[in-house]
Every structure is written in C-alpha cells, then in structure tokens.
C-alpha cells in the first residue's frame, strides 16, 4: 500500500491503493476498433440481465444482432470473435454447457453460454444515465424456494387486492428470485474453479467434505419439494390472470415520480412481462429446452459426485501407500536374506507365484517345446502396456461416417413395439382402472421394474401423481395402516407397503 501526501490548500491526503493503480480494461469496449459491434453485444446482455435472463448463448447474440438492418452482413463468425474479445477485456463471463453434447465434434467446439459480468452492468448503467435513458436498479438457502413457492401460490389472489400491495408483493417475488439466481451462480461457479479443484485432491478436504455434501443434499431436497409444485402452478396459471396482474403492477409503477426518467407505460409493461416469462422459464421446461431448474439440479448432483470421488480416490491412495510401503519392506529383507540367485527363485514363487499368480499370455515362439526348460531359461518377450491415467488417450484412425438412418427406424420401431406390448401387459393387471399391488399375479422382472418407476416418479410429487410414458395420468393410494403386501415375480418375491395406482384420462 502506498500513500500520497498532498498539502496544498484545504485538500486532504490522498490514498492511493492498488485497485486504484490498476488499469480497468473493463471500459476498453467503448472505444476499441468495433465499437459499434461491442456496444450493442453489451447492450443485449444489459437488458437481458435487467429481465433476469442472465445467461445467452452465442447463437442468441447472433440472431439479436440480425433483427436490425444495419447488421444485415454480421457473421457468425464475427460474433465469435467479438465474444472472445469481451470475455478477454472481462466483460462476460463464460461457463461450458456439456448438456446436450451430441457428438465428440460439438464437445470439442466447446458451447459457452455468456454472462454480463458486474463491472460491465454497473459500466452499461452509467451510459444508460447519459443516454438519459431507462435505469433500474453465495450460498444456497432452501427457504428462497419456499418463499418463491408461496408467493407464486398467491398469484391469483392479487385479481383482488390493491395496485400497492400487488406491487409489493410482485416485488418480494423478484427480489427472490433475484438472489436465487445469484446466489445459486456465484456459488457453483466457485465449486467448480480451478481453485477448488485443487483444493479437493489436498488432505484437508478430507475434514469438511461431508458438512459440504449434506448442506449440497440439503439444497436438493429443498429443490425437489418446491420446484414441482411451482411448476404445477405456473402451467396452471390462465392468460387473464396474468393480464389482469400485469396491469396492477404496471399501473402502479407507472405512476412512481421519477426525476430525469421519461417512462412509457410500455416499457413498464414489457419490463414485467419479461421478467415473469424469465421465472416461468427458469422453474417449467418449454419448447424442449431445459429448464434452469433442471440445470442446477443435475450441476449440484455432478458436484456431490465429484466430491465424493475425489474423497474416495485421496482416502484409498493414502490407505494404499501406506500398507504397500510396509509390504515392499518386508518383502525386500526376504530376498536380502537369500543366499544365491535359487533361492531368490524359490522366494519369488512364494512371495508372487502362489498367493496371487498372474498369467500373461501372448503371441510368440518358443525355442524348443522341452517341458524340462525353466522360465527363466527362455527368451524374453516385449509387451506393449497402455498407461492406466486420464490424460492418456489412444491414437484413432479417421474412417468415414456410415449412414445408419434406416438402422437407427429399425431400432425406433422395435422399442416403441416392445414399449406398446408392456403398455398391454399393464393394462391386463389393471381392475376397473386400479393396479392394486396386494392383488397381482405373478410378474415379470421387467413390469416390476416399470411399476416400481411409476411409484417413485408419483412419490416425487406433492400431491403423489404423475404421467406414464404413454400419457396417462395416474395417483398413488398409499394405506396409513402400515399395512404391507408381497409382490411375487418370476426372479423372486419382495414384501412393500400396501399401495394402489389410480389411473385417470385428464393430464396432470
């Protein structure tokens, strides 16, 4: 730390720090070649941001571009290489999405999806203010979701109430979900650094692991309890109960005074819209796309299980260095014990040959075909041994892609074909629409396996429901009594709670 001392008239000392120093190539956007271009790349990711779409790919960038005629020759390419350079000046950070990687190629592009990164929104807010234009202003915590949960579960109560308490309540909604998010990213992307990525393959890890793995588990089951239900709801929720909402808050935000803002009503209500449509897309999956929901609980399953190999691979390394370095130490005073080359022979058979023989075969010629030639009496041979480690990875020859399309129909139909003949043998066991598992014949293996599916896709929900495969909805009916049943299949039988699946033509 260094201090500046200046006395001149009534100014004060000046501090001068490092982070003062140090150059922020942050604002390097705003006047390098392609201004223009980098401008409105971050002006997409600012608002976007403001309606808590936090995340963009590149192909979202790309076609936001498009929308204007002035970027009618904007590539693709161009696109990349303007990303690149804002990631590099750190206005966006990157995270790979490994998801839905379909081949080897598109993992070895590397799919990224961008985030504004905090210097950069507080950068876009100050040229907002001079453009005079609209300015708004980790861990993991279970009782986010629920708080979320209960706020959505009031949203066709506000039809009724006053345009003040819609607001505040559409407010604490937000705010939630606001910090959910950040929360959520801060923490996961601090997970996955390179940072603590060595600090899991270190001893200490060893000491916090488990607190760590219970609190991510925790975290799960908060998520499991309350995303469902909120997905319910918002599937749920009818056009003209969001409408007649929007218009409270829009209303009542309208009608703030603000100094120096000019406010259109529409951009109010495009604000609104925008940021419900993020939160509705963040907890229900549309259009086949994934929900975030989803993503966050596949990430912090990943992270546990990582965890847990780490441990498991630094406690067996530590176990086995430990006992093998005894071992070869007594095996070594054995063999300096031994008088001449035969009986370093004869303790080799005893220490090597007989507890664990092993037996390499290979492709060779023998020199005589005597049964009285010792071992070591042969030629040597060479055996080419691959490394047992991660990195290594096998030279393969390129060969040309075969064209499996009627193959792939081929294996189409025969599963949809099985998929149906199960679909009927379940159908056989069904009495008046109910399968009552006290009451079933004996079954195959795999009925088993698909009723005992149903039972836990139903026990996930709140209200013990769930689809089929074909589309039908079903209810679970468990017996409070503590009744239980045996299940007799064609492998064996199995004794469970006494219970019964309802099946019903309406979807869930």
């Known amino acids: 730390m260094r201090h500046c001392h200046i006395q001149k008239g009534n100014i004060e000392k000046v501090q001068v720090s490092d982070k003062l120093l140090k150059p922020l190539t942050e604002v390097k956007y705003l ?49 990349q290489q303007d990303l690149a350079s ?12 490994t998801k839905k990687v379909a081949s080897i190629e598109e993992f070895k592009n590397k799919k990224y999806r961008y985030q504004i990164s905090e210097y950069s929104v507080q950068i876009e807010r100050l040229v907002l203010r001079l453009e005079n234009l609209l300015v708004e202003g980790a861990s993991l915590e279970p009782t986010l979701l629920e708080r979320i949960r209960r706020n959505v579960e009031k949203f066709s109560k506000m039809v009724e109430e006053e345009q003040a308490d819609v607001n505040a309540w559409w407010n604490d909604l937000n705010s ?37 793995i219970e609190y991510l588990r925790s975290f799960i089951k908060g998520l499991q309890r309350n995303v469902g239900v909120i997905e319910e709801y918002l599937r749920l929720l009818d056009e003209k109960t969001k409408k007649q909402v929007f218009e409270k808050v829009t209303a009542y935000q309208f009608a703030i005074p603000r100094i120096d803002i000019e406010l259109s009503k529409k951009q109010i209500e495009e604000n609104v819209i ?22 966050l609980f596949d990430a912090t399953n990943e992270i546990i299980r990582r965890i847990t190999r780490y ?45 664990r023989p092993v037996h ?108 089929t495969d074909d589309g039908r909805t079903y209810q679970l009916e ?6 239980t049943c045996t299940v007799h299949c064609e492998d064996g039988n199995f004794t469970m709670p006494k219970m019964r699946l309802i099946f019903g033509e309406k979807p869930i």
């Open 311 to 355: 441990a498991a691979e630094l406690s067996e390394k530590n176990s086995l260095g430990a006992n093998r370095k005894e071992e070869y130490k007594k095996v070594a005073e054995l063999f300096m014990k031994c008088e001449d080359v035969d009986e370093a022979h004869k303790m080799s058979a005893m220490v090597f040959g007989i507890e």
């Open 360 to 467: 390499i075969s290979g492709d060779y010629d023998r020199v005589t075909d005597s049964m009285n030639q010792g071992v070591y009496e042969e030629e040597p041979i060479c055996i080419e041994l691959k490394p047992r480690i991660r990195a290594y990875r096998m030279k393969t020859k390129r060969s040309s892609i075969v064209e499996s399309t009627e193959k792939k129909l081929e294996i189409r139909k025969k599963m949809l074909q099985q998929q149906k003949e199960e679909m009927n043998r379940i159908r056989l066991l069904e009495k008046d629409g109910v399968i009552d598992f006290s009451e079933l014949p004996v079954i195959e293996p795999r009925i088993r396996e698909i009723l005992l599916k149903w039972i836990s896709d139903a026990m996930e929900s709140v209200d013990f429901s769930s689809r």
């Open 176 to 212: 939630d979900f606001v910090r959910l998010n950040q929360n959520y990213q801060d923490y996961i992307r601090d997970l996955n650094s390179v940072r603590a990525e060595e600090m899991m393959h270190t001893k200490e890890f060893m000491v916090f692991k488990d607190r760590l």
């Open 274 to 295: 925008g940021r419900f449509e993020s939160i509705y897309n963040w907890f229900v999956a549309t259009d086949g796309h994934e929900n975030e929901a989803a993503k």
């Open 86 to 97: 804002l990631v590099e000046w750190k206005n966006l950070n990157t995270m790979q999405d």
């Open 31 to 79: 006047n390098a070649d392609n201004v223009s271009r980098y401008r409105c790349i971050m002006r997409i990711f600012y608002e976007n941001n403001e309606k808590l779409n936090y995340w963009l790919y590149q192909e979202d960038v790309y076609e936001e571009m498009k929308k204007d005629s002035y970027w009618s020759e904007y590539t693709i390419e161009q696109c």
């Open 478 to 483: 468990k017996t409070s009594g503590g009744e």
